[in-house]
């Protein structure tokens, strides 16, 4: 993509209304705007990041068997009022009706839809275990909307949900979602904290929310410092397999989120291994038991002939949300630091001196090479000040910068910068090329 056809509205000075930095720089960087309180639009940079989360989101819950699905935003009242929830949701959910003044609302989450969709297509013990997800638009009217993206009310949500015969059953899918919620975070570059979470009035201590450590977070969090010193995707994972030790491992040491916070555990730990900080909810895995199936009767018939309410669970992951949570955890005083999984593109090429022929021509034939070797890369080819381009570039945070001169391209040779330590390298054009492929 070159610079001087991509729709890239920059901002120069901070946004008066934004409060945390990664709201700050999404809407300085152009990667969003708002149209109206809590609802935003993604600009092409922005909507390429919420495209590689959404990307990695699905690969991991793929890698689960977990079968991806799309169910609409807009629902049926008549489902909630029949799991009891119609009147119980309360402010947050966005009601509509229809031109036949049927109740209609724009879906929270989807926990009744797919059990009805369930409960159609399911006739016996054969069609469980199943995992379902599919990643949608949700709404919840938020008292305050705030921080951008992070809570918005329209926000784009990967939600999943299992069905199985029993509760070891359930566990099995809980344990899949778990794992894939540790590799999905650790892939965004983010350590992500799987936090004993309240359940509710549903009890039990089968419901983990997994957390960013962030200054802005919204909860209170209290963990053992291990959480923060551990490699996730170097273990080696078999689905097929018993995943319970791998969770045991994780859920051992102390972590939780305030309302679940024991102080007697918590003060048990050496005080240096104490973190007691604040963080951001991106995951949310839950076992609910019969919660919906029972009202819903949602039932398959058991071996034994005999019919059996199903034991469900639903995992959320906030994609949209994700974006904010990952400029919380990676930027600097310049602007955003992409990890390269989820940057919108892996490298920009500045040109120095556009009317520089020698200069413009290296930098066509980079741009060129890197195309056709589908490396992703934005080449800044306007005719502006130089210091303008560099600030850009670091403002947008592209894990890798090109930077050609016209005294370099004398040479055939490019200075080379990464983002994020901002180390120079004067190498060859080739060199860079063999770097970026
Ligand atoms: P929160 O505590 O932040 O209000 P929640 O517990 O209400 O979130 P869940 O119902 O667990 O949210 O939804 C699953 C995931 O969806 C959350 O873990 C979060 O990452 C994301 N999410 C929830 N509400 C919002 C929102 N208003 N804007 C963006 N993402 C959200
Ligand atoms: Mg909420
Ligand atoms: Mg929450
Ligand atoms: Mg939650």
Redesign the pocket.
Known sequence: MRSSQFFLPTLRENPTEAQIVSHRLMLRAGLVRQTAA?IYAWLPLGFRVLKNIERIVREEQDATGCQEVLMPTIQSADLWKESGRYEAYGKEMLRITDRHEREMLYGP?NEEVITDIFRNGAKSYRDVPALLYHIQW?F?D?VR?RFG?????E?L?K?AYSFDLDFAGAKRAYNKMFVAYLRTFARMGLKAIPMAADTGPIGGDLSH??IILAETG??AVFCDKSFTERDVLSMNIDYESDLEPIVKAWTTDYAATDEKHDAIRFDAIAPERRVEARGI????IFYFGTKYSEPLKAQVQGPDGQNVTLHMGSY???V???VGAVIEASHDDKGIIWPESVAPFKAGIVNLKVADAACSKLCEDLYAKLTKAKVEVLYDDRDIRAGEKFAEMDLIGLPWQVVVGPRGAAQGKVEFTNRKTGEKQEISAEEALNRLT
């Open positions: 809590g989450t949700k919840r938020e909307p993206v992070m809570r918005g009310r926000f949500m939600d929310e997994f919204e909860s909810e991106v995951g949310h959320g992951i906030g949209s949300r994700l």
